[in-house]
């Protein structure tokens, strides 16, 4: 069975600064897609970034990037310029190709400090 | 554009009181749906979903139900509700394989 570890349970950062959240998974197929999704303390859940297996080219998002390196099944979120409002839980999640469900990670709370 | 509607925003119910919890997708026909539920601080657990009406599949045998009965309604019940039932649900909706899955805003249940 895939599952995604995200080991940082807890981050924070300087606004304006730049941080680093960090995922791993595992899974034995090739064909898959990876998401980060940010949950704020309104506890809406929002798609940050989505990346396709298939595609070498990290995907980006405005302030948002990953660093998706394949063989080593990481798939990190980095986060330029911290604004205040990205005060949230990121959840790292995993998709199998033409699987119906998201298998999550357990989250990183992330602090944006003034 | 597609949205996601999902009610009531917050509830308090008894032990032992029924539940029905419902969400609709607008602007999409066919797709996936989904149910969580979160307790604090944690992560995201799958209670049920459905690739078509009338279908559905449980991940977590419980005291919790679902059921499809329009293509973009989706409705979590309960007969007699736990104190192991509070949390927060949340809905979600998907259309295709590899596509991500977009979420309601949730419901916050709490259990006396």
């Known amino acids: 069975a895939q599952t995604v570890t995200q080991s940082q349970p807890e981050m924070s950062v300087q606004e304006a600064e730049t941080v680093t959240l960090s995922c791993t998974y595992d899974?034995?197929?090739?064909?898959?897609?990876l998401f980060w999704y940010k949950q704020p303390p309104s506890r809406q859940m929002i798609l940050v970034i989505r990346?396709?297996?298939?595609?070498?080219q990290n995907a980006t998002e405005n302030r948002f990037s990953v660093n998706f390196q394949k063989a080593a099944k990481s798939f990190s979120l980095k986060i330029s310029d911290s604004q205040l409002g990205d005060t949230a839980m990121y959840f790292c999640?995993?998709?199998?190709?033409?699987?119906?469900?998201?298998?999550f990670g357990k989250g990183t709370k992330l602090t944006v400090n003034p | 554009s597609q949205t996601i509607h999902q009610w009531p925003a917050t509830l308090v119910q008894p032990v032992g009181s029924p539940l029905s919890l419902e969400c609709t997708v607008e602007?999409?026909?066919?797709?996936?749906l989904y149910w969580y539920r979160q307790a604090a601080g944690r992560g995201l657990q799958l209670l049920f979903y459905?690739?078509?009406?009338?279908?559905i599949s449980s991940e977590v045998p419980q005291n919790l139900s679902a059921s499809r009965p329009q293509d973009r309604q989706f409705i979590l019940s309960s007969k007699k509700l736990l104190l192991s039932d509070s949390g927060f649900y949340l809905c979600?909706?998907?259309?295709?394989?590899?596509?991500?899955?977009?979420f309601g805003d949730g419901t916050r249940l709490s259990i006396l």
């Open positions: 999640a995993f998709s199998q190709g033409g699987s119906e469900k998201l298998v």
């Open positions: 990346q396709e297996a298939y595609k070498q």
């Open positions: 602007g999409t026909s066919n797709p996936n």
């Open positions: 459905s690739v078509g009406i009338g279908q």
């Open positions: 979600a909706w998907r259309q295709g394989a590899g596509q991500p899955q977009h």
């Open positions: 899974t034995s197929e090739s064909n898959y897609y």
